[in-house]
C-alpha cells in the first residue's frame, strides 16, 4: 500500500507480468529517456486501447525508439489473466534500453507497468488560475507524453501551495496550452474550443476523442492559438484527461456553469 492507501503494483515483463520492487538503473531514471501511457482498465477492458496504441506507437518514433515487444492487445490479456474484477489504473512506461551517457548504447525498448486502485475522478475543480511562473515550452515531442513531465510536477507543487484546485498552463508565446495534467476546453456562444498542439499541449487520448466526438455530433469545435483573455470569457470551461472531464468552477474573479455536458461525458462511457 502507498500513503494513499492504494493498491499499486509495479510489475515488469518476463512470463507475462512479474511483480517487482528492483527497478535497477535505467535510463527511464537517469535521463527521463522514454514515453508513457496512463490508461483506465475498466469491465476487462483497456478503455480507448487503440487511441493509447497509437499514440504510444507514435511517440515512440518520434523519440527514436523502436517499438515495445509487447503491444497494447498482449497487455489487455495479461490484465484480464490477472485482475478480473478490478477497475484499474494502468501505467505503462516504454523507456530506452541500455545505460551509455547522453548517447545511448541502443535504441530498443524496455518496459514497465504500474497498476493502481482506480480512483473516484473528481467532476468539480472549484478555484483554478494561471501561472505565471511556469510555462510549456516546444519541442519536437512536446505532444508527447514523455518521463520528463518536471513541469506538470513543478506546476502542481505551486498548485498545492497555493491551495487551488486547478492551473492553467500557458504556451512559450503566452498562449492558452492545458491545465496541470489534463488536456482544457471551453464552450462560448455554442462553440467548444481547445489549444491546438502548436500551444505544446500534450496530444491527449481523452482529448482526442472528445474532438472527433463532438465533431462526429455536428458540434462546431475549433482547434487554435487562444489568449487567457477569451478563456475568462468563455461560459464553461473544463478539462480531459483519461480518467474523465472535470469541469472548473472559477478562474480568477470569473464564475462558470459547472452542469454535466452529456454530449462529452457520454464519450467516456466506453
Not at 515483463?13 to 531514471?29: H, Q, V
Amino acid at each position: 500500500m502507498d500513503g494513499n492507501d492504494t493498491q499499486l503494483l509495479i510489475f515488469s515483463l518476463g512470463k507475462g507480468l512479474i511483480e517487482t520492487d528492483n527497478l535497477g538503473i535505467n535510463r527511464a531514471a537517469l535521463f527521463g529517456d522514454g514515453v508513457f501511457e496512463t490508461m483506465v482498465y475498466k469491465n476487462g477492458r483497456i478503455r480507448f486501447l487503440k487511441e493509447h496504441g497509437e499514440r504510444l506507437e507514435a511517440g515512440l518514433k518520434t523519440l527514436k525508439i523502436e517499438p515495445s515487444s509487447l503491444s497494447i492487445g498482449q497487455l489487455e490479456e495479461l490484465l484480464q489473466a490477472q485482475f478480473t474484477e478490478k477497475d484499474l489504473r494502468i501505467r505503462w512506461n516504454v523507456f530506452r534500453s541500455g545505460l551509455g551517457k547522453y548517447t545511448p548504447m541502443s535504441n530498443g525498448a524496455k518496459d514497465l507497468i504500474v497498476v493502481q486502485d482506480l480512483d473516484k475522478p473528481i467532476k468539480i475543480k472549484g478555484h483554478a488560475y494561471v501561472s505565471t511562473t511556469i510555462a510549456i515550452s516546444p519541442s519536437p515531442w512536446s505532444h508527447c507524453k514523455t518521463l520528463n513531465a518536471l513541469p506538470y510536477v513543478m506546476a502542481n507543487i505551486e498548485r498545492k501551495e497555493l491551495g487551488m484546485d486547478e492551473v492553467i498552463l500557458l504556451d512559450d508565446k503566452g498562449f492558452v496550452s492545458e491545465a496541470g495534467s489534463a488536456n482544457i476546453f471551453w464552450l462560448t456562444e455554442n462553440v467548444f474550443y481547445t489549444p491546438s498542439l502548436a500551444c505544446n499541449c500534450i496530444a491527449g487520448v481523452g482529448r482526442r476523442k472528445i474532438i472527433e466526438g463532438l465533431r462526429k455530433a455536428g458540434h462546431i469545435l475549433i482547434e487554435g492559438q487562444f489568449t487567457f483573455k477569451e478563456l475568462l470569457e468563455a461560459e464553461k470551461v473544463f478539462t480531459s484527461n483519461v480518467t474523465g472531464i472535470a469541469y472548473i468552477g472559477s478562474l480568477e474573479n470569473r464564475s462558470y456553469d459547472t452542469r454535466l455536458l452529456p454530449e462529452v461525458e457520454q464519450l467516456f462511457n466506453e
